[in-house]
């Protein structure tokens, strides 16, 4: 099995930076592409940002300029840094992995448990 475990939310005033973390371990071969979604109360989960092995990025529009993907293929470990906080930022953020557990091209979508991120005054 696959885990992926999320660090780095909490609550920061508006303007303010956080640093989330989401490390893979367990029957790991190989991970592909990775990605940060989030969810706010009452809205669906949206895609934030995502990079592939290689380093290629995308993000959502409402974050451009403002957050940076990042990973550490030796660690199996994805980051997102954000700066310049906005409360319409406030979600729950869920890491999103592509994993290969062995040899054959097959790969399977694993999810973190979520880390909650609040942006208030």
């Known amino acids: 099995q696959v885990q992926l475990v999320e660090s780095g939310g909490g609550l920061v005033q508006p303007g303010g930076s956080l640093r989330l973390s989401c490390a893979a371990s367990?029957?790991?071969?190989?991970?592909?592409?990775m990605g940060w979604y989030r969810q706010a109360p009452g809205k669906q989960r949206e895609l934030v940002a995502t990079?592939?092995?290689?380093?290629?990025?995308t993000y959502a529009d409402s974050v451009k300029g403002r957050f940076t993907i990042s990973r550490d293929n030796a660690k199996n470990t994805v980051y997102l840094q954000m700066n310049n906080l906005k409360p319409e930022d406030t979600a729950v953020y869920y890491c999103?992995?592509?994993?290969?557990?062995?040899?054959?091209?097959?790969?399977?979508?694993?999810w973190g448990q979520g880390t909650q991120v609040t942006v208030s005054s």
């Open positions: 999103n992995a592509d994993v290969a557990t062995d040899w054959r091209p097959m790969t399977t979508y694993y």
């Open positions: 367990g029957s790991i071969f190989r991970v592909d592409a």
């Open positions: 990079i592939t092995r290689s380093g290629r990025t």
